[in-house]
């Protein structure tokens, strides 16, 4: 694409941008609410709806069958740290500038973020749960503040000592922010749970509530096709040795026993948010809040179950970069309900998204696009292609970027000498094992170089 074509398509969406934020308005007078809950490594398709016939999400299915499910979400950055502060501030992470987990937003910068801009524009804010973009917390910025820092741990106990998992108390926290939130004025909670993310360090790695150890016994959970030893074998050298993603691969997923241990309290952990869900929808009708709530449900980045014989994120292998979304608008007609869009939508889509929402026109400065236009299902020009990056400095984990189109992926690991290329046909090699990159013509490859150099010098 020639820097011609890459700014016209940007101005053709940011036109439509405009055009949204100040003619799509809330369908009533009174500004909606907002329930934001974000996962932590839940990948596409660990949902019913989403056609895991095993996984038992019975609140999520329900909310995407009243709501809209995107069947194609995507994170920018695959890491925690980086993807939420895209999240919070609807930018790539070369803009944003967090790629490490002690960097935080600058007082500026937080005020061009989504809770930062609602709290100034007259919403009661609130945050419960992982924080997870530096080490300094903005509890100040919030009205109501349960933020954790770092990585909380899931066995936890209540105020008289007794065990209780960290997703359940989260779960009433929630309760608690919506039986006191004030009547006269909207609100946005953000609900960032640490589900199922695995409890780091800690043999058990996936720590469920034991109110589901039973759950999923009877199960067998499938191998995927690329868990297969040969396509382990056909990564290039330096993702297979040293490599914290097969670290990783080798305490979770190395035995039958392993992995069968792993992906099931990995379905359990998500599990339980979905029971939390369940609670929260409740507690809004018995609120009477639930008409005029907006809630919106997604995850930070993807995760391997396996898949090329790894485990983690980070990577922009499919496992890794795509994630669930879910929007559901109560206002909205029976018509609208149900719906499943396919267009490519991204975590920095979400603050743009909730802004538009309450009317709140997006700052320059963020990168995504408004949602609200797909949820009430008008057809607008739309991307077919982002930029992924991951430049967290680790020395078992390379860092890498590149381009996601419909059709192609172009991936580059920029710290390799030379760099290492991948380029992967989606429509005959959905499963991303068949690197073409070294059967390309020169020609080819050197135009997938000068496009990564262009979305570069534009997302900065």
């Known amino acids: 694409m020639e820097r011609r074509q890459f700014l016209k398509r940007t101005a053709a969406l940011s036109a439509w941008s405009l055009v949204s934020s100040s003619c799509i308005k809330p369908m009533t007078g009174k500004r909606p609410s907002i329930v934001f809950l974000l996962t932590d490594d ?265 898949e090329h014989g790894l485990a983690g994120k980070w990577f922009g292998y499919e496992e890794s970069i795509r994630v669930p979304l879910v929007i559901h608008d109560p206002r909205l007609g029976k018509d609208l309900q149900g719906q499943r869009r396919n267009e490519m939508v991204l975590n920095i889509d979400i603050a743009p998204t909730i802004l538009d929402y309450a009317g709140i026109e997006k700052p320059r400065e963020m990168q995504g696009e408004s949602l609200v236009p797909l949820v009430k299902g008008y057809k607008v020009p739309w991307r077919e292609e982002f930029f992924y990056e991951h430049l967290f400095q680790h020395p078992a984990i390379p860092p890498s970027e590149g381009i996601v189109t419909l059709y192609w992926k172009y991936l580059r690991y920029i710290d390799q000498d030379p760099v290492h290329e991948q380029l992967f046909d989606l429509r005959t090699d959905p499963l991303e094992i068949d690197n073409l990159a070294p059967r390309t013509e020169p020609e080819t490859l050197q135009n997938w170089r000068k496009r990564c150099e262009l979305w570069i010098e534009n997302i900065k």
């Open 42 to 306: 839940q990948r596409w398709d660990t949902l019913g709806v989403m056609g895991n016939d095993i996984i038992h999400t019975p609140n999520l299915d329900k909310l995407a069958n009243e709501g809209t499910l995107f069947q194609q979400a995507f994170v920018t950055t695959s890491i925690c740290c980086a993807s939420r502060a895209s999240i919070f501030s609807g930018q790539y992470a070369r803009r944003h500038g967090i790629h490490d987990f002690k960097s935080r937003f600058s007082d500026q910068a937080w005020q061009q973020t989504y809770p930062g801009l609602l709290k100034r524009m007259g919403y009661y804010t609130g945050f419960i749960g992982k924080f997870g973009v530096g080490n300094e917390m903005p509890k100040d910025e919030f009205d109501f503040w349960q933020g954790i820092p770092g990585q909380p741990v899931y066995e936890q106990t209540d105020n008289q000592g007794n065990p209780k998992h960290l997703t359940e108390i989260m779960g009433e926290q929630t309760i608690e922010f919506l039986s006191s939130c004030p009547a006269d004025q909207p609100f946005c909670l953000s609900v960032s749970f640490k589900a199922p993310h695995v409890q780091d360090r800690d043999p058990r790695q996936f720590i469920s509530d034991p109110r589901f150890k039973d759950l999923y016994k009877e199960d067998t959970i499938p191998w995927p096709e690329t868990a297969k030893d040969k396509y382990f074998e056909q990564l290039p050298t330096f993702l297979q040795e040293p490599s914290e993603a097969r670290r990783r691969w080798e305490i979770r997923f190395s035995t039958p026993e392993k992995y069968q241990e792993s992906v099931k309290g990995y379905y359990r952990l998500i599990t339980g948010v979905d029971e939390v869900l369940g609670k929260i929808r409740a507690s809004l009708k018995d609120n009477g809040m639930d008409h005029n709530t907006v809630i919106i449900f997604s995850s930070d980045n993807g995760f391997f179950l396996s």
